[in-house]
T-cell receptor, first 113, second 113 residues
Framework: QQQVKQSPQSLIVQKGGISIINCAYE??????FPWYQQFPGKGPALLIA?????SEKKEGRFTISFNKSAKQFSLHIMDSQPGDSATYFC????????????FGTGTRLTIIP | DVKVTQSSRYLVKRTGEKVFLECVQD?????MFWYRQDPGLGLRLIYF???????EKGDIPEGYSVSREKKERFSLILESASTNQTSMYLC????????????FGPGTRLTVL
């Protein structure tokens, strides 16, 4: 099964708080997990990505946590800012002989003052 | 600066019309992709191409076809537009071989009346 399940569908967080978005997958052949960020009127853009050989990757205020045994990964945004308000997509890529990404359904994040 | 451009930002067509959506990338990428984005459904792959004149079906190819005559250009064709094809269409490109970032265009909002 090549699905990636993402939750929540929408999220409201106060400025300065921690935003957490979760994803789960079934197929253990996935071996690369990127997160894309999309602002209104723009296409998605790569934010951060992780391989399953590490449990965490941090870039500035953005951290991916990866739990290989549970087949879950999550995006944490520390000290969330109004400029982080966007739609976030998790995705997965596997060694299936092609370079297709399987995307989650997206989370619309709103940071309120 | 890398760029993926799409021929139209907004398009309104009538049911039964033939619709062409064009995408051009200036990064000499081998791979190009067409997605549709719908609320609650995320990004779903329609077709992708890994070389000139090569194409593969994605997850939802029904009602669509594609053309790639030049490396930089990838066209999505709706042979006979229907109202259920009203959506946001996103084009992306990436270089071949392993894990490579997909770069997205700004999208075309298509409305079929």
């Amino acid at each position: 099964q090549q699905q990636v399940k993402q939750s929540p569908q929408s999220l409201i967080v106060q400025k300065g708080g921690i935003s957490i978005i979760n994803c789960a997958y079934e197929n253990t052949a996935f071996d690369y997990f990127p997160w894309y960020q999309q602002f209104p009127g723009k296409g998605p853009a790569l934010l951060i990505a992780i391989r399953p050989d590490v449990s965490e990757k941090k870039e500035g205020r953005f951290t991916i946590s990866f739990n290989k045994s549970a087949k879950q990964f999550s995006l944490h945004i520390m000290d969330s800012q109004p400029g982080d308000s966007a739609t976030y997509f998790c995705a997965a890529l596997g060694d299936f002989g092609n370079e297709k990404l399987t995307f989650g359904t997206g989370t619309r994040l709103t940071i309120i003052p | 600066d890398v760029k993926v451009t799409q021929s139209s930002r907004y398009l309104v067509k009538r049911t039964g019309e033939k619709v062409f959506l064009e995408c051009v990338q200036d990064m000499d990428h081998e791979n190009m992709f067409w997605y549709r984005q719908d609320p609650g459904l995320g990004l779903r792959l329609i077709y992708f191409s890994y070389d000139v004149k090569m194409k593969e079906k994605g997850d939802i190819p029904e009602g669509y076809s594609v053309s790639r005559e030049k490396k930089e250009r990838f066209s999505l064709i709706l042979e006979s537009a229907s109202t259920n094809q009203t959506s946001m269409y996103l084009c992306a490109s990436s270089s071949a071989g392993g894990v490579n970032e997909q770069f997205f265009g700004p999208g075309t909002r298509l409305t079929v009346l």
